[in-house]
């Protein structure tokens, strides 16, 4: 299961499932040089990391590499909520407090994702039948 992302991967990989394309370390540094300082190594190592780590893939371009996304960051979120849904203790207890915690539009994405998950498969899992 992944690791949540550091600030500085978290900010590249933000880059990376926004534009949705192969990207250069130096477009990564342009768009984050916008709000902070940093160095063209220290995106680079970063990317590099991400690669290493199985976030991110490359294919060299000339003298550089371009990098894209392995997952999306929707498979990113899920896989955090997962890891740490399974590290409970009592998920059915986790999940009440963790959709108490949800607004109005956050439950209804969850029954819509549940509509959508019984549309594929009607068996369903047993317990969201009927709601």
Do not use: C
Request: net charge negative; glycine share 4%.
């Amino acid at each position: 299961m992944p690791r949540p992302l550091g600030d500085l991967e978290d900010a590249v990989m933000t880059r990376v499932w926004e534009w949705n394309r192969p990207v250069t370390v130096r477009e990564v540094l342009e768009d984050l040089a916008r709000d902070r300082t940093i160095a063209y190594t220290t995106v680079m190592t970063v990317m590099d990391n991400l690669r290493q780590k199985g976030w991110l893939r490359r294919e060299a371009d000339g003298r550089a590499y371009r990098y894209e996304a392995v997952s999306t960051r929707a498979a990113y979120s899920a896989a955090l909520m997962n890891e740490a849904w399974a590290a409970s203790d009592n998920p059915a207890e986790a999940l009440v407090h963790f959709f108490g915690m949800m607004s109005p539009e956050q439950r209804e994405a969850v029954r819509d994702a549940l509509r959508i998950i019984q549309s594929v498969d009607p068996s369903g899992p047993p317990e969201a039948e009927g709601r």
